[in-house]
T-cell receptor, first 114, second 112 residues
Framework: DTEVTQTPKHLVMGMTNKKSLKCEQH?????MYWYKQKAKKPPELMFV???????INESVPSRFSPECPNSSLLNLHLHALQPEDSALYLC?????????????FGSGTRLTVV | GNSVTQMEGPVTLSEEAFLTINCTYT??????LFWYVQYPGEGLQLLLK?????DKGSNKGFEATYRKETTSFHLEKGSVQVSDSAVYFC???????????FGSGTRLQVQP
């Protein structure tokens, strides 16, 4: 299995809702990443987990809460989002943390906040 | 900090034309360099990479050479197809080599 699977593919949520994005990989990768991509922009790093521990938080607002329950699974919990948080959320994994490794990306969750 | 600069798009070509997408970088030391491709409605896919100066990465007919003299990593393909229409991102490790940082992206449109 050489894929990163993200669910759901599309999500529409209200500003008072709580929802979660899920990411799964079975390649034995020990680093997992969340990126946010706005339309016609490059991906921007949000969080990095290495060996199931949070390694990097790029000053992301607390309404985004990451979780890594095990080495194969990464979640992003969403609460009280704003319309400007609407974007494509991409999960990626790599063998180890460290950008000399290529990343495997999922196909993303397209989030719309109404 | 480390950064990449890509040529502005969109780039519009006819099928079988030659493609060049320019990428220049600013970096401390000699980090690995990457090209990623994003097809419409999809995530990013690693297209090719080079890990040291003068290395040539290649995949699916695309090539890029890591040139430290000109701090460049231009993407080339000899004959593009309609199926190559996508957004192409040049990328390198951020200053602390913690994670990848991406260029602004170049949209390629290939017409039949």
């Amino acid at each position: 299995d050489t894929e990163v699977t993200q669910t759901p593919k599309h999500l529409v949520m209200g500003m008072t809702n709580k929802k979660s994005l899920k990411c799964e990989q079975h390649m034995g990768h020990r680093a997992m990443y969340w990126y946010k991509q706005k339309a016609k922009k490059p991906p921007e790093l949000m969080f990095v987990y290495s060996y199931e521990k949070l390694s990097i938080n790029e000053s992301v607002p607390s309404r985004f809460s990451p979780e890594c329950p095990n080495s194969s699974l990464l979640n992003l919990h969403l609460h009280a989002l704003q319309p400007e948080d609407s974007a494509l959320y991409l999960c990626a994994s790599s063998q180890e943390q460290g950008a000399n490794y290529g990343y495997t990306f999922g196909s993303g969750t397209r989030l719309t906040v109404v | 900090g480390n950064s990449v600069t890509q040529m502005e798009g969109p780039v519009t070509l006819s099928e079988e034309a030659f493609l060049t997408i320019n990428c220049t970088y600013t970096a401390t030391g000699y980090p690995s360099l990457f090209w990623y491709v994003q097809y419409p409605g999809e995530g990013l896919q690693l297209l090719l990479k080079a890990t040291k100066a003068d290395d040539k990465g290649s995949n699916k007919g695309f090539e890029a050479t890591y040139r430290k003299e000109t701090t460049s990593f231009h993407l080339e393909k000899g004959s593009v197809q309609v199926s190559d229409s996508a957004v192409y991102f040049c990328a390198l490790p951020d200053t602390g080599r913690r994670a990848l940082t991406f260029g602004s992206g170049t949209r390629l449109q290939v017409q039949p």
